[in-house]
């Protein structure tokens, strides 16, 4: 299996915007399964956003909804999370995710996932 390469993330005020870069390789530049996750200390992971790589299908959590854009740039092979209207209670680590498991069922969830990206800090002040 291949890591993925994150990278983008820093400390912005409230109301700026961020743009996350993910660079695929190898089996996962044409993977269906692709998405955004983050977490914060003392909780769970949560999904941020997701890609259907076949159908070009997104879903967003409820929080980031009309504030997040998940894409991708299939020449660059680069996934992207631009985060726009960023809050305070945007700030975690945030993680890309791509490589479908077997039984892997639109729409994913991070038990779908093969791979993961090393996080990347986002915080955002106040």
């Known amino acids: 299996a291949q890591g993925l390469l994150e990278s983008g993330g820093g400390s912005v005020p409230a109301g700026g915007s961020l743009r996350l870069s993910c660079v695929l390789s190898g089996y996962t530049r044409s993977s269906n399964c692709l998405g955004w996750f983050r977490q914060t200390p003392g909780k769970e992971r949560e999904g941020v956003a997701s890609l259907h790589g076949g159908l070009g299908s997104t879903t967003y959590g409820d929080p980031v909804k009309g504030r997040f854009i998940i894409s991708r740039d299939n020449a660059k092979n680069t996934m992207y999370l631009q985060m726009n209207s960023l809050k305070p209670e945007d700030t975690a680590v945030y993680f890309c995710?791509?490589?479908?498991?077997?039984?892997?069922?639109?729409?994913?969830?991070?038990?779908?996932?093969?791979?993961w990206g090393q996080g990347t800090q986002v915080t955002v002040s106040s």
């Open positions: 995710a791509a490589g479908c498991l077997s039984g892997a069922i639109w729409p994913w969830n991070r038990a779908d996932f093969r791979l």
